[in-house]
Nanobody
Framework: QVQLVESGGGLVQAGGSLRLSCAASGRTFSSYVMGWFRQAPGKEREFVAAISWGGSRTYYADSVKGRLTISRDNAKNTVHLQMNSLKPEDTAVYYC??????????????????WGQGTQVTVSS
């Protein structure tokens, strides 16, 4: 079992930055692919970014490439999402997810086993 707790969301103006964090419980954190997804009101959950077990490979949705950066610290059981140059269309609830049988490049939510409760990000214009 893995429990995930996100933090760092909030209200920011367009062009601003936020850093989301996800703290994971359990001793096997380093064996999980970690991902971030988001869901805006009235829309389906969509893939944002993913990172491999060791952190050497990262994957991004086209809409966030060059603006968002995913990273992980396996010693601290945490994964981060640095969000720069934020746009109003980035407004959503952001979810952290963990999975073992994940092909991260696919960005498929159904492949992830564990999910956090989400943190709200609101970008004002």
């Amino acid at each position: 079992q893995v429990q995930l707790v996100e933090s760092g969301g909030g209200l920011v103006q367009a062009g601003g930055s936020l850093r989301l964090s996800c703290a994971a419980s359990g001793r096997t954190f380093s064996s999980y692919v970690m991902g971030w997804f988001r869901q805006a009101p009235g829309k389906e959950r969509e893939f944002v970014a993913a990172i491999s077990w060791g952190g050497s490979r990262t994957y991004y949705a086209d809409s966030v490439k060059g603006r968002l950066t995913i990273s992980r610290d396996n010693a601290k059981n945490t994964v981060h999402l640095q969000m720069n140059s934020l746009k109003p269309e980035d407004t959503a609830v952001y979810y952290c997810a963990a999975g073992r049988g994940v092909v991260p490049a696919r960005g498929a939510a159904y492949e992830y086993d564990y999910w956090g409760q989400g943190t709200q990000v609101t970008v004002s214009s």
